[in-house]
């Protein structure tokens, strides 16, 4: 591992994505390895992390399942059409502060923080952003889960 981090610290171009270690050296186990490694990479552009191992990698291993999986991959994507539709259209950035507000747990001010805008801005983009939405309510597990992993999974594929 010091070598891969000496290479990444050498290099600041370079994104590196690990398999699961196996002994499974048929065309199959190779080729998931392969694809292991792949999606360390997705990840690792979407979060900036420049090494990627795919013990590591936590939820975002589920992700790769609904990116697997195109129907799922179509309804994430889908249900985040409007937030979509409106930055493209207003050049807003709903899907971000959507992203981050969620990240920190409905905290307007450390969102605000990340952001680097005023906590009244992130205030407003929230309201509009359940206005598009005025069928959930963000609080709700369901709610939280369907639309964290979808803007999760949305950043990842934005990032190839």
């Known amino acids: 591992m010091n070598l891969l981090n000496n290479i990444s610290n050498r290099f600041e171009d370079i994104l590196i994505g690990i398999s699961e270690k196996t002994d499974r050296t048929t065309q199959?186990?190779?080729?998931?390895?392969?694809?292991?490694?792949?999606?360390?990479?997705?990840?690792?552009?979407y979060k900036g992390q420049k090494i990627n191992e795919w013990k590591d990698l936590g939820y975002d291993k589920y992700l790769y399942a609904v990116q697997q999986n195109e129907i799922l991959q179509t309804s994430a994507l889908d249900f985040l059409k409007p937030l979509i539709e409106h930055d493209e259209k207003?050049?807003?950035?709903?899907i971000l502060t959507l992203s981050v507000y969620l990240d920190n747990f409905?905290?307007?001010?450390?969102?605000?923080?990340?952001?680097f805008?005023?906590?009244?801005t992130v205030?407003?983009?929230?309201?509009?952003?359940?206005?598009?939405?005025?069928?959930?309510n963000l609080?709700?597990?369901e709610s939280?889960?369907?639309?964290?992993?979808?803007?999760?999974?949305?950043?990842?594929?934005?990032?190839?």
Do not use: C, T
């Open 28 to 45: 199959e186990g190779i080729r998931e390895k392969y694809e292991q490694a792949q999606f360390g990479l997705k990840v690792g552009r």
């Open 117 to 120: 805008i005023h906590k009244n």
């Open 106 to 115: 409905f905290s307007l001010k450390k969102s605000a923080e990340e952001l």
């Open 123 to 136: 205030k407003y983009r929230i309201d509009k952003i359940k206005e598009l939405y005025k069928d959930r």
């Open 144 to 160: 939280y889960l369907l639309f964290s992993s979808s803007l999760k999974l949305y950043m990842i594929l934005e990032k190839k």
């Open 90 to 94: 207003f050049n807003s950035e709903l």
């Open 139 to 141: 609080e709700e597990p």
